[in-house]
């Protein structure tokens, strides 16, 4: 698919997503000259700034992420494309000064417009409504998508709720609901890696895999986002997206091609196929927690109910762990662990595959004392990799053994590293729709959580801690189903656990 040019609008561009993400990207992409010609973007806030302050704004975000790497031509191409526009979301004129602007002939924007909605997820509708009612999404002259950023709805029903107003003005093929875990290169090496290479599909299912870890851990706590996160919480904030995406395309069947449709209609059978939890059994399938005070790093931080914005009675959860089934002929009755935390360890995320010891104890009678069970490890971020973890002999005369890995590693030293809002912001000008969110799948995802959610939502008198810098509660480890799994936090190979 080729990219087209369009003219991006973005909403919530003086804000943190987009200092941090959409700028940076989109001045990456003009870089490596990925941005077609005519290509231009209307910044949109309410600031009262005129051009020239948001070009010294622009430069201050673009400066601060790229640092050394900073290209002045690159630059002037890059901030020639930008236009700033003042207006209030809430008001009426601003949409209709928005069209002014847009129609402009002298302007000559390309009439293929992109809007990201990088704003409160509370402003969605109206911002939506608002656009609609002056005709902003007609596509008579060139095509209208809209990219919606995270939460996609609170719980079930807001997301229905939500998504009926955007079918009011849209249809499914003009919006892009993101969950930028799909832009990251080793989310998508997921897919290669279980289907370019046919020697693992036949151990790729109950047969021969014990059960499966996802991981997310942040060091970080809420880092003054204290409003949000309380009202939100782990579960919301990170189990009912990213760790559910990375587990369909753990557990997805092979889609037929590589196209948007193919790819989503596989993902949504494996969270239909999930297990759902009933509320009596939300202890038995989900844990929660919440951070006391520790040591992060070496440095003393406060535990949750002491930062800012959090009521000290708060029970909201900065640890979630979750056990689920995915009920199909291939994982029938493997369990799926998913956890994610803050001010834990270390920050990282990863996809650990225990596979079954072998059937037989052949070296019984031998000095071999340990085997280890084979482990595919995936690490997404920060580390980049796949290992296969395989028992081998030591050197010498004696028949020991220890765990080595084969590495197959994504990415060479010298090769650069792709922030996924890049790939997800070039996408959105092709029209490709592969790594956003079909509705059905947001919808199923909520469903999986509901039950969990509503009943921590009623169970306020007790939530239990860990403390920071820890990887998280250990009461935690009653969701395993076997005495024999733990919760694995590395990607190099572990000291021996079983002895035979
Ligand atoms: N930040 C992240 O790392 C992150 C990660 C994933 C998803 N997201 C999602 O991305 C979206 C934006 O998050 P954020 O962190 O960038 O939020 P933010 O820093 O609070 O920025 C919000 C933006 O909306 C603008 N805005 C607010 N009210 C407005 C109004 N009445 N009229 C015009 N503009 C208005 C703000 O303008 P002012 O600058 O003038 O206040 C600001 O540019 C949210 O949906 C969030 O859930 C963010």
Redesign the pocket.
């Known amino acids: 698919m080729n990219a087209e040019p369009c003219t991006y609008v973005i ?11 959409l700028m940076p990207a989109l001045y990456h992409l003009d870089e490596a000259n990925h941005l077609p010609e005519g290509t231009r973007i209307i910044a ?4 009262p700034w005129d051009q020239a302050t948001w070009l010294k704004e622009l430069r201050e975000m673009i400066e601060q992420k790229v640092k050394s790497n900073f290209n002045e031509a690159v630059f002037k191409r890059f901030s020639e494309r930008f236009c700033y526009h003042r ?4 008001e009426a004129e601003a949409y209709a000064a928005l069209a002014e602007l847009i129609n402009d002939p002298e302007q000559q924007f390309s009439k293929n417009i992109a809007y990201y ?5 509370a ?1 969605f509708g109206q911002v939506l409504e608002l656009l609609s009612a002056n005709h902003l999404f007609e596509e008579e002259y060139g095509w209208r998508r809209v990219i919606i ?3 996609f709805g609170y719980d079930l029903d807001s997301a229905q709720a939500l998504q009926k107003k955007i079918s009011l003005h849209l249809t499914e093929e003009q919006v892009y609901r ?1 969950d ?1 875990y799909l832009g990251k290169g080793m989310v998508q090496n997921v897919l290669v890696f279980r289907f370019a290479n046919v020697m693992l599909e036949p151990l790729w299912n109950r047969n021969y895999i014990d059960h499966i870890q996802i991981t997310h851990s942040e060091e970080i706590g809420i880092e003054g986002r204290g409003e949000y996160y309380n009202s939100a919480g782990a579960m919301r904030d990170m189990l009912q997206s990213h760790l559910l995406q990375m587990m369909t395309l753990v557990a997805m069947e092979p889609p037929v091609s590589m196209e948007a449709e193919a790819l989503r209609d596989e993902k949504v059978k494996v969270l239909k196929s999930i297990r759902p939890i009933p509320k009596e059994a939300v202890h038995g399938h989900a844990f929660r927690a919440q951070y006391a005070k520790g040591t992060v790093n070496g440095v003393k931080v406060n535990g949750y109910l002491q930062e800012d914005n959090v009521p000290p009675n708060s029970t909201t959860e900065t640890y979630a762990a979750m056990k689920l089934y995915v009920d199909n002929w291939r994982w029938r009755g493997v369990p799926f662990y998913l956890r994610t935390g803050k001010r834990l360890a270390k920050a990282q995320s990863t996809i650990s595959i225990c596979f079954r010891h072998p059937p037989l104890q052949f070296f019984r009678d031998t000095q071999v004392h340990c085997m280890n069970q084979n482990w595919v490890l995936l690490g997404i971020q920060p580390e980049e990799c796949i290992r296969i973890e395989m028992t081998v002999k030591e050197p010498g005369l004696e028949m020991s053994t220890r765990t080595t890995s084969l590495d197959a590693s994504f990415r060479n030293q010298n090769e650069k590293a792709i922030d996924a809002y890049e790939d997800l912001l070039l996408d959105v000008l092709k029209g490709d729709r592969s790594l956003f969110l079909r509705f059905d799948e947001v919808e199923s995802a909520w469903r999986i959580v509901d039950p969990i959610l509503q009943t921590w939502a009623i169970e306020r008198d007790y939530i239990a801690t860990y403390p920071a810098g820890s990887w998280g509660p250990e009461d935690s480890r009653r969701l395993f189903d076997k005495e024999s799994q733990a919760w694995r936090s590395s990607l190099t190979p572990e000291a021996c656990k079983y002895e035979v």
């Open positions: 909403y919530g561009s003086t804000g943190n997503l987009s200092r941090i993400k949109i806030g309410r600031r207006g209030d979301l809430h909605l990088s704003i409160s997820p402003d950023e995270k939460p993101i930028h």
